[in-house]
């Protein structure tokens, strides 16, 4: 019998971005339903990637110097191995400057525009440099962007759009019509209010004179595609062309899982692209809500970013996936604490769940040699115990299509509790006195570790890496994707017999004078902050060492179409630095000026060569023009 699909995606990510905690948490709660369907025998596929074209590459990459593909081959790496270090079971990790996805979108664009989907038109709007957006008038927040409040430039220009509006009226009906379509609930009608409004048509072009870094537009070269109408295209560019996305059984997804802030995109620009194609939209859109810390968004300027690899390195990985998808109902907003997290590894993880293993272990050396026991027996506290058990697995199961992952937890901690209140009643340590008690004892010993391999399934996805130990530590060898949850259909999978290993302690506690130390050094209160995340204070700037220095030799760094190579005079000595001006400058025309270079910044490699420096220069649309002084300045000389 061919295997049930199941496709999850999470939203590819800004290759800009550090990743942080709310990325991790999307990517985890993807995981999660994606074990979680293993489990259950499912054909699972689960993508995530990287989101790589745009202005804030482009800028990114000419400010270092490099071409924006070199960019983000490098910077998608710090994706990929926290998704390793986050044990995340991704399929596979679409990137959108892969040719894979380029092909579609340009196949997409060309098969759009031939239907007449798309049309040029001239356009007059308000557009957000850092959004990559256009604004109408009447959308904007006291003149600014409604979305950054920054400043929005008034952009007048020919561009391309995809008739958006004509499937106004299709995609209200659907919304309304599948209860399932957009969830939660109350985000299905945040989205049917935005369509309260007449739906306008996307502009799905950027001219490449002032963006070139994008997916040039098969039927007119002057333009690039937009960075959404690219990006959400990654859900289906993975299975390769529309004939093999119709038979590949992946599509409509099961779930496209994103953060609330993106939601009207999905909902609204994806669904009406996939209409326009041909193709089914996913079958649902789950918003969850967003993470902030002490109540503010996180961001660089802020210094407030939660670093999920510190978190790893001092808690493990599976307290972190734990405790995002314990703390909050999914699809609501949360606040961080480092001091929340150490609160829920103490006593969910380390008191409850951790202690009930580590004493049904110790118990099971203790008392049969480490043997797990043949039931003998019966006592009237046993039905209590796999009743509860029944009960968690069926409402579990049912939670776990809900992605209503908070109350599984709570609903497999009824189950800890249980258990351990079960050995509390039943008291070991006593049964092992008495010729009758030492048969009790059998059954007791045998369905505590029952119970706690039911617990290690159900546990599974969101703590990978812990129930496995708990299941070695039980004596079963086989991993629990390959026992899944038709193991636990029925009490007592558990095999006599089996030799229990050593007990291990799966989650340490922390104890109050150690985490008064974790708390200090990793919520230390930051400078403090300005009224605009933007300013620096005179002093931060003063460490910037400025100066000026004349140019000795200049020449160009082999392969790269972008480097010249500086020999530079700063007075004190000379420099070597790497200009990313080789497109706007000939290296003879270069020697004997004067430039101003940042004479203490770290010295970095730039295609294997030290660059010890960096020389100051304005970008304007990819035209370099170096910083000067119309008189000569001589050699060191500080600026200010
Ligand atoms: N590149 C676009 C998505 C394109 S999908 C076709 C994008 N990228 S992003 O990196 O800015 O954000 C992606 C997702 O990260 C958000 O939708 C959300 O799922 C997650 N989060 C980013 N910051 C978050 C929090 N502070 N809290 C929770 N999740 C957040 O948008």
Redesign the pocket.
């Known amino acids: 019998m061919p295997q049930d699909k199941f496709y999850i995606t ?5 290759v800009n ?1 550090v990743p ?4 991790a ?2 990517t985890i709660a993807a995981d999660v339903a994606a074990r979680y369907k293993r489990l259950e025998g499912f054909e699972v596929f689960f993508l995530t990637g990287t ?1 790589e074209h745009g202005q804030k590459v482009q800028q990114a990459a000419n400010n270092l110097g490099v071409s924006p593909q070199e960019h983000v081959d490098k910077l998608h790496q710090r994706f990929k191995e926290l998704w390793v270090r986050l044990n995340i079971s991704n399929s596979d990790f679409i990137r959108t400057t892969e040719e894979r996805h380029k092909k579609l979108v340009g196949d997409i664009l060309q098969e759009l525009h031939s239907k007449d989907e798309i049309y040029k038109a001239s356009y007059e709007g308000w557009y957000c440099t850092p959004c990559e957006r256009f604004w109408t008038e009447k959308d904007l927040a006291e003149g600014n962007c409604p979305e950054c409040k920054r400043k929005v430039d008034k952009i007048k220009e020919h561009n391309y759009f995809f008739r958006m509006s004509k499937y106004q009226e299709w995609l209200i009906d659907r919304i309304k019509n599948d209860p399932h379509f957009i969830l939660p609930a109350s985000r299905k009608n945040e989205v049917l209010g935005f369509l309260d409004k007449p739906l306008e048509d996307l502009c799905i072009s950027r001219p490449k004179s002032r963006l070139p870094w994008g997916i040039p537009l098969p039927f007119d070269e002057e333009y690039v595609t937009y960075v ?1 109408f690219d ?2 295209i ?2 289906i560019s993975i299975h390769g062309s529309l004939d093999d996305i119709k038979a590949c059984g992946f599509w409509p997804a099961d779930h496209n ?6 939601l009207t ?2 909902a609204v620009y ?1 669904s009406t692209m996939l209409k326009a194609i041909g193709l089914e939209p996913p079958k649902n859109i789950f918003a ?5 810390v002490n109540g503010q ?2 961001s660089k300027s802020l210094q407030n970013v939660v670093e999920p690899n510190k978190l790893i390195d001092q808690f493990g990985v599976d307290v972190i996936r734990y405790f995002l998808l314990r703390e909050v109902p999914f699809g609501l907003d949360g606040d961080f604490s480092h001091k929340a997290l150490i609160g829920r590894l103490n006593s969910d993880l380390a008191n409850n769940f951790g202690n009930l293993l580590n004493r049904t272990v110790n118990m099971m050396k203790k008392f049969f040699d480490g043997v797990i026991p043949t039931p003998a027996a019966e006592g009237p506290e046993d039905n209590l115990l796999t009743e509860k058990a029944s009960e968690v697995i069926t409402e579990v199961r049912k939670l776990y299509n809900e992605l209503a992952y908070n109350k599984i937890l709570q609903k497999i901690w009824e189950l800890v509790d249980v258990t351990n209140q079960y050995i509390d009643k039943t008291g070991p340590w006593n049964l092992v006195k008495t010729e009758e008690g030492k048969e009790r004892l059998k059954t007791v010993m045998y369905n505590s570790a029952e119970s706690l391999r039911i617990l290690g399934v159900l546990l599974n996805p969101f703590m990978p890496q812990s129930t496995e130990s708990l299941m070695k530590q039980l004596g079963l060898e086989t991993s629990i994707e390959e026992q899944g949850m038709k193991s636990i259909d029925q009490w007592g999978g558990l095999k006599s017999g089996s030799q229990t290993q050593k007990a291990k302690q799966l989650f340490p506690r922390i104890e109050d004078k150690q985490a008064a130390k974790i708390l200090a050094e990793l919520s230390a209160p930051k400078e403090e902050q300005k009224e605009d995340g933007n300013q620096i204070t005179i002093d931060e700037f003063m460490k910037v060492e400025l100066r000026t220095g004349k140019i000795l030799e200049a020449e160009k760094v082999k392969k790269s179409k972008k480097l010249i190579q500086l020999k530079i005079d700063i007075g004190t000595g000379t420099r070597q630095v790497l200009a990313g001006i080789a497109e706007s400058y000939e290296p003879e025309d270069l020697i004997g000026r004067t430039v101003i270079i940042v004479a203490n910044l770290k010295p970095a490699k730039l295609m294997g060569i030290e660059s010890q420096g960096m020389v100051l220069a304005a970008s304007n649309d990819g035209n370099i023009l170096l910083a000067g002084f119309d008189q000569e300045p001589g050699q060191g000389i500080q600026v200010r």
Not at 10 to 14: D, S
Not at 20 to 23: F, L, S
Not at 257 to 262: A, N, Q
Not at 288 to 292: E, I, K
């Open positions: 999470t939203p590819i990510y800004y971005d942080h905690i709310g990325h948490y999307t989101d959404w990006a959400l990654n859900y899982m994103v953060g609330k802030d993106i995109t999905h994806w969850h809500g967003w993470w902030t968004k996180m």
